[in-house]
């Protein structure tokens, strides 16, 4: 059978034909194994680099008979690009030799410039063609003497023994801890390029989901932490610095690095790995020498220094935690260059510790060794002038590394499918779990729900509730433990303290400070909310997350709030803007909820008044801010208090604040699906949601399927350019056919949309009964979508009265179907297809007797003057016809003749009547008037863009004058070659007509003559507030005397 047509042509190559050129000729002379070994290494960025091309590669291996049509089709229908590019590659390379090579020549010819696969190729060019020495690069082997290899291999044990386990909190231990194997443990990390230059960066745990989600849309390189010194970013450099957010897993990372290293799995290029603690180093407050430094920790070096000295280039120093380091190393001090107490040019010279750092970075100190540094992003701004090579930043997990984590989470794979469904199916929760300490607490918290059946609807849904059991889980393990809550409270003002001061550190005279004991922590349950780090020559106490700090600091504030104290805790707190107090407020707000609170058990019975003094400042902010939502910040302003009320999660407050508002406006909001989740929430909360504005504010398909559960409750739902996709309509459906939807209007303009969700969304529609305007204005969806939509226009039960379909490419061919379907429908009175190529044909099959139809909208459909007669003819049956567009299109006078007099004989009363951009003349003038006189309800009269010229204005103002509209508001007569001698009728007919509020005259030749008429204008016409006259020949002072009109009257706007 002859396969399908329809396939990915095949693409001419844009790699740079110099880089080519090149590459063919290594390949010509890389023999099969070299070339085996060389994808083995760059495999990770070779996904990578074709992830854009990948199903053009797919074709060319298919059409050179290396890979199948069915092995083609399934690269294909992989989930995304990611998945795809990585099933190729590893089915290439279970092929053979031949197909592999095959696939490398298939690469050369990418039709689109894809940096990071010039970046590679360049990168292996630069290694050279010699095999002997490429295949020592990939196996990262470098000769050391032999009377360096004992100390070596005995470096290598001791950092081995030093990192092998992974040493966890658990709360269900006797101990309070447990040992793991770190290879049993270790879940991959998604490292990306790049770092974030913040000195205040917003809680990680509130930050955008979609950042740890699209990462890999901004041509960002994954990078394995086996190649961090030799990603194509880096190529070959020697300072990497890695960023992360609190409990991401920097330490861990290092951890694992130091392991592999000492295990041989990676970079055995390095002779020596050195690696150091900020926090240690604290310790360390005076002069000392690198020397000194690493026979702190590694005193078997001491005879052999001078000699690692010799070949820095072997050597790999490691420095863990800049942002735990108390003294900082300021890189734009120029004093450390200039003042030789700071200067550090020698293993042997002494100065301080951050001078070490300093020089080693700067390459002043063992210049060609290699640095690998990790600190928190709010750090980073002290090494803006540094000499850094990478810049590289852990952003947690990726989908599969999650469920990886929780299987080797828990030993029965029953309970880790059940809390990983759990955590997926709460967007809040997933959004946790990209951080390995949140998967933690996510672990410890869930476990026991899924391991003793409690009762699901005690299952924690949101963060504080999360908090809340992990506490009282660990409190339920100590559950002899002696005034547990006098002891929390004491915890908490330490908590608040440090919250307060950014500080996450404690020593023991912040303790005693607090009425807390040293040794209260050697054991109990205190165990499980601290670590321990006695490492350090003074003992350093840690809550084992910031997150649990902040429960713990709120719960103390809650719990020992007086009189009006919460109010002032939330209006100080929210007077810092660098994020300190984000968590802490939303726990602060959470802890009000009436819903199950398990620590009740042991802390006793929350304070109600406290509940009520937060739902009264919940109550007035989010009222506040609904008031006004002009701005993009008082929106997200407003959206972050829906996450306060969706902490709170109490139906009445929800109700009383959000369920009675006319117009809930986000739109213009940058929405991630965390929001939408929020969202959805509260308007499930309330029983009726009026009119919700979520119009531009990039929703996604992601976001619609967190918002779709709330949707059936808005009557208004504004939903244009979200990118939806036909995808977001099937989600859409859902809520159409909900039996107590209560949806009248849907707005889905430009949203990608195309034929193939039309049969879906015209079965659901054909259920509903709630529907009443349907708007599809700039979508794709074509004649065949139209037919699909026909079938729901034919049902007797169709309540839809109007419907906009606008842009969306379609042509004579759907026109019939649509006035069949019209010759039935009963409910239909607003019908607009402009921007429709529907042509002259198209408009001739427009059914006759459309008694109900009040808005036909057909401007730039390509008519011409043609088909007026069949038009007009099918027009004047149009009873009730109240407004008209025929824009944009070549109608000419003799077309608007024929139009006008069939509106002038078939007694409609037009209220809009737009025909800008259709070829009027003054010769046509007289018709339009004669239509005009006639209808006394006139409203908006739109004849811009023609040439009326002054000859065809004083016949329409005699006409206005005569007649006197006592309704006409909006008249726009913009570009119409009018000149200084058409003012006077202009002012007479207007001063007749006082309704019209709103006058265009943009980009005619109105001169200086005539702007003492516009000033009378303005004054005699006593309800006109808008004057545009915008590109006429008025000069600088005459526009500045136009613009003082502005204060003449309230709300009066001139443009000029």
Known sequence: MAESSNETPVPRSAVKTSLRIAFMEFLANCDDYKLFRLTQFYRDWLEQAIEEEVKSIALLLKEQQQITQQERLKVEEEGNKAHSSKLLVTLVMGKGSVPRRVMWESILKTEYRLPKLENMLTDILNKGTDIQDFVKFIRGCTEIPSHLKGVQQKHKEKLCKQTEKLRMNMIRENDGVKDFQLDDRYADLTVISGKRKRKHVEHELLSRDQEHEEWHENQTERIPTDKLFWSSFAQGKRSVVVSGDPGIGKTTMVQKIVHDWATEKIYQNFQFVFSFKFRELNDTNCKITLRQLILDQYPYFGSILQEIWKHPELLLFIFDGLDEYKDGIDFADNRRNTEPKHKCDDPETWCEVSDIVYALIQRKLLPGCSVLLTSRPTTLYLLERAEIDLWAEIRGFAHAERKQYFNRFFERQAVAAAVFKHVQENKILYSMSFNPSYCWILGQTLGPFFINSVKLQQIPQTITELYSYHIYNILENHSNIQKPRDILLKIGELAFAGVSKRKIMFRNEDLTRHQLQPSQFLSGFLMELFDRDDSVQNIVYEFTHLTVQEFIAALAQFLNAGPGDIGELFEEARKVEDGRYDLFLRF???????????????????????????????????????????????????????????????????????????????????????????????????????????????????????????????????????????????????????????????????????????????????????????????????????????????????????????????????????????????????????????????????????????????????????????????????????????????????????????????????????????????????????????????????????????RGMKILCEAMETNQYPQLKKLRFWKNELTDSCVSDLYSALRAVRSVWMLNLTSNNFTDQSVQTFHKLVQDCSNLRKLELDDNKFSSEEKKNLLSLRGYKKGMEVIV
């Open 588 to 950: 602060l707000v959470g802890l009000s909820s009436k819903r199950h609170q398990p620590l009740e058990k042991y802390l006793g019975p929350f304070p109600i008044e406290v509940t009520y003094q937060v739902n009264d400042w919940i109550q007035m902010e989010v009222q506040k801010r609904i008031a006004k939502t002009e701005s993009k910040a008082s929106k997200a302003s407003l959206l972050n208090m829906f996450h306060y009320l969706f902490e709170c999660q109490y139906k009445p407050l929800v109700e009383s604040t959000v369920g009675s508002v006319k117009t809930l406006k986000f739109n213009g909001l940058q929405m991630n699906p965390i929001d939408c989740a929020v969202l959805s929430n509260v308007i499930g909360l309330c029983d009726t949601m009026n009119d919700i504005d979520l119009q531009n504010c990039s929703i996604q398909c992601d976001g619609l399927r967190w918002l779709e559960s709330g949707l059936h409750k808005c009557r208004v739902l504004r939903l244009w350019n979200n990118k939806l996709g036909d995808s977001g309509v099937e989600l859409l459906s859902v809520a159409l056919r909900e039996p107590t939807c209560k949806i009248e209007e849907l707005q889905l303009g430009a949203n990608n949309l195309t034929a193939s969700c039309t049969a879906d969304l015209a079965s659901a529609l054909s259920e509903n009964q709630s529907l009443l305007e349907l708007d599809l204005t700039e979508n794709k969806l074509g004649d065949s979508g139209i037919k699909n939509l026909c079938v729901v226009l034919r049902n007797p039960a169709c309540k839809i009265k109007k419907l906009r379909m606008k842009a969306n490419g379609l042509t004579a061919a759907c026109i019939e179907d649509l006035s069949s379907a019209l010759s039935i429908n009963q409910s239909l009175t607003t019908l607009s297809l402009g921007s429709n190529p529907l042509g002259d044909a198209g408009v001739q099959q427009l059914p006759k007797g459309l008694c109900r139809m009040e808005e036909l909208e057909l401007d730039d459909t390509s008519l011409s003057a043609c088909c007026t007669e069949d038009l007009a003819s099918a027009v004047s049956t149009y009873q009730s016809l109240r407004a008209l567009n025929l824009s944009k299109n070549d109608l000419g006078d003799s077309g608007i003749k024929i139009v006008s007099a069939a509106l002038r004989t078939s007694n409609q009363q037009l209220e809009e009547l737009r025909l800008w951009e259709v070829g009027l003349t003054a010769s046509c003038a007289g018709d339009v008037a004669s239509v005009i006189s006639i209808s006394s309800s006139l409203m908006v009269l739109d004849l811009g863009g023609n040439k009326l010229g002054d």
